[in-house]
Nanobody, 115 residues
Framework: QVQLVESGGGSVQPGGSLRLSCLAS????????MSWYRQAPGKERELVAV????????NYADSVKGRFTISRDNAKNTVYLQMNSLKPEDTAVYYC????????WGKGTLVTVSS
């Protein structure tokens, strides 16, 4: 059974930082490209960041470039999203995605940025 479990969400003030984690099980983690998506209230789900299966290639949405960093530890079956300089518009449910031939999703973790 494939499971992607996100953690690390919470409430933070503007300018603050959070680190999200996504622990994968039931897949050969090192074969999968991993991504973080987010969905804000009333908006469509959007891609935030993606990292290749071996971690050599990353890409980011323009809105988070220079503030967010995606990384992975294949030995721990975990992908991370370090989020710095958070803004209120970063408020959303953040989802982990694993993709290789098929795609799997986590259930999401809520990030709220508010003063």
């Amino acid at each position: 059974q494939v499971q992607l479990v996100e953690s690390g969400g919470g409430s933070v003030q503007p300018g603050g930082s959070l680190r999200l984690s996504c622990l994968a099980s039931g897949i050969t983690f090192s074969s999968y490209a991993m991504s973080w998506y987010r969905q804000a209230p009333g908006k469509e789900r959007e891609l935030v960041a993606v990292i290749s299966s071996v971690g050599g290639v990353t890409n980011y949405a323009d809105s988070v470039k220079g503030r967010f960093t995606i990384s992975r530890d294949n030995a721990k079956n975990t992908v991370y999203l370090q989020m710095n300089s958070l803004k209120p518009e970063d408020t959303a449910v953040y989802y982990c995605n694993a993709r290789w031939r098929v795609a799997y999703w986590g259930k999401g973790t809520l990030v709220t940025v508010s003063s």
